[in-house]
């Protein structure tokens, strides 16, 4: 069975979440794009939605004042809705220019600096799960520009958390007084930024916020206190 | 039983107001709940509470946890109802998503996975006790219980083990003692064949 075949026969084993973590986030990535597999996910949960009836049990008649009290106090999500740009809206970009130009032209950017320091591994992990565990997680891997570019970045993330995940491994540390710096490109051309630190050993492991439905994410070389809008070589760079 | 056959079918009496959902009895109220209508999501907790703390309770077992899970099962489908794609799914179906997913966090949290293991090579897969709380209720589970009795034991094990025992294909291998591909493939011809039974679009 070759890999690619493999692949498009795990979307009932997703649908059961008996995944192994890195096998569903590598389904996780592939599937929303996939016909085949997407077909076959919601065609599974519907089934298992069904397998549910059996289990049918009354919960306890105190419960539901307990949920209630604490939907009260409960904010909900806002519907999705194009981001709004922090700079007289372009016209919306239906399409995208350009893998590689498309960075350097977007307007609007807005960077900030976060912590430097790799969160801690114990952090990292309980907060990767509440990622993964958002019903929206998407993923992509970052292809990168260069044959002579070094190691591997993978982003996943949550638009309705807000929260996006960066996994990197092998790169190369930038040059003295240079950053890597990950842009989020969404369609209404906003650019929010985030500074990457690859700790020893070229890794990456990253929690950062984010906003808006990404629709590229790129990582570019940087001056050290950060740029409002990408100006250097860019490394990597993925389509949604 | 008598009573259950007076009762009416509850599950249709939720006013629609979407005609692009009208296939989903429950998409009325959740539209409702997604602009922030508390008693809209009281309706709607009325009719999936049984539901949800169903598949919560025979995937964690205890009833005090299930009872915690089924809580934050809520929240969270009231969080992110504005979010509610009717075209990837029926509100059933993504409840059940959400309920089953965090059943199986909470159960891979507590417990490594040699622990479950151990406990569950004894325990398997047991049948829970069933409610039949309507008449419609009780032709959808003659329906399921029928698909299910479509499958080969084979299948059936492996399916109930990696969705009610929160098993990874792997640990069901492990648990079997069969290849992990074997494992994947009844999985996987254990749920074609259910989906065919029960048709792709059951509510």
Known sequence: ?240 | MTEAMATTRRLRAVPIDDVAFDSDPLAGALIRCGRGDQAAFASLYDQLAPYVYGVVLRVVRDPSQAEEVTQEVFVELWRIAPRFDGEKGSVKAWASTVAHRRAVDRVRSEQSARDRLDSDSQRRVTEVDVVVETVEASFDQARVRHALAQLTPAQREAVELAYFGAHTYREVAALLNVAEGTIKSRIRDGMIRLRDELGAETQ
């Open chain 1, 1 to 240: 069975m070759s890999s690619e075949l493999d692949r498009h026969h795990l979307a009932a084993a997703y649908a059961l979440d008996a995944l192994e973590p890195d096998e569903r986030i590598a389904f996780e990535a592939h599937y929303h794009d996939c016909h085949v597999c997407s077909h076959d996910v919601r065609d599974f949960r519907s089934t298992l939605a069904a397998i549910g009836e059996l289990s049918v049990t009354t919960p306890p008649a105190d419960l539901k004042a307990r949920v209630l009290e604490q939907v009260a106090a409960t904010r909900q999500l806002s519907p999705r809705v194009a981001p709004r740009t922090l700079a007289p809206a372009p016209a919306r970009r239906t399409y995208l220019l350009a893998a590689a130009a498309a960075l350097l032209l977007f307007v609007g950017a807005t960077a900030f600096i976060v912590g430097r320091s790799s969160q801690s591994d114990d952090a990292f992990a309980s907060q990767l799960e509440q990622v993964l565990a958002e019903p929206d997680v998407q993923m992509v891997d970052l292809t990168a520009m260069s044959a002579t570019t070094e190691g591997r970045i993978r982003v996943a993330w949550s638009a309705s958390a807000g929260q996006a995940v960066v996994l990197g491994d092998g790169l190369t540390a930038p040059s003295d007084g240079s950053v890597y710096e990950l842009w989020l490109l969404d369609d209404s051309g906003a650019v929010p930024t985030q500074m990457l630190d690859p700790a020893d050993g070229g890794e990456v492991r990253r929690i950062l916020p984010m906003a808006g439905n990404p629709i590229k994410w790129g990582i570019t070389i940087e001056p050290e206190a950060g740029s409002a809008s990408p100006t250097g070589e860019i490394l990597f760079l993925g389509d949604v």
